[in-house]
């Protein structure tokens, strides 16, 4: 369990940082050996992973004020600003996804034929056990941070994966004779890339648009079990996973004094934290319960 938000996002950056010096590697082996060999797709690939790093510095951009403490401007924190680098990712992706398809294109109209080697196919298998590994790595600790852009950024580089296999797909195909085969299959792949942006859009969404993020028969069920409270409606929830906020509104008896009533009302904020895993601040309305006719 972390202390604060701040430690969650020195970790995410940390993570990060790692991935961007792995994604570093992989890109630059690729372009290299592409352009050594003259083979297109590997090269293309190489760039592809190099928005991998560009899309990690985003995020550690995008983290680095996401980390910032609530302030007079922004009284709900800056969570919101690694949802909105989750989104460049995905932009990123269908930059990506567009450039494969382009120079798919290219292929079918001017066809041409790499020098495959041996190394190639090893340059091309160890970069992709490198991505699974980050893949991997990366989705763990998003899932166990609950950070929205580490599980993009998985997402992103799983995408990475499905291209260098189309790749060897392709190597393999020139030097069984069908050269043509390489662009179909990286024109396929773009399709997943292009699923995977739109997944990537879809989640970071409902933190931006302030979709509600929790059960409002859960929140109910728990306010109920503190004695005094006789209705509750009104709920609202946001927020990222992991930091939700949550405001709703409970009926008391109008007889009932106002430190008493301030009491419960201090005693369901506290429920609901203790109950609700990530509910970072809860405001309870108090309302005097009308008699139903």
Known sequence: MMDSSTDKYRLIRSILIKILVLNLVVSFAKIGYGSFTNTLSMESDGYHSLFDGISNIIGILGIQIAARPPDRRHPYGHQKYESLASVFIAVLLFIVAVEIISKSVDRFISPSTPEITSLSFVVMLLTIAVNLFVTIY???????????????????????????????????????????????????????????????????????????????????????????????????????????????????DPKMPVDQAHSISHQVSDKIKQYIEGAKDVVVHMEPHEKQD
């Open 138 to 252: 990366e989705k763990r600790e998003g899932e166990k941070l609950k950070s929205d852009i580490l599980i993009a950024d998985s997402m992103h580089t799983r995408s990475d994966i499905y291209v260098s296999i189309s790749v060897i797909a392709g190597l393999l195909a020139v030097k069984g004779g069908y050269p043509l085969i390489d662009p179909v299959i990286a024109v396929i792949i773009s399709l997943f890339i292009i699923r995977a942006a739109i997944n990537i859009i879809k989640s970071s969404s409902k933190t931006l648009c302030d979709e509600s993020r929790l059960d409002e028969d859960i929140i109910c069920n728990i306010a109920f079990e503190v004695d005094g409270v006789m209705e509750c409606h009104r709920i609202r929830t946001r927020g990222t996973k992991g930091e939700y906020y949550i405001d709703l509104h409970i009926e008391v």
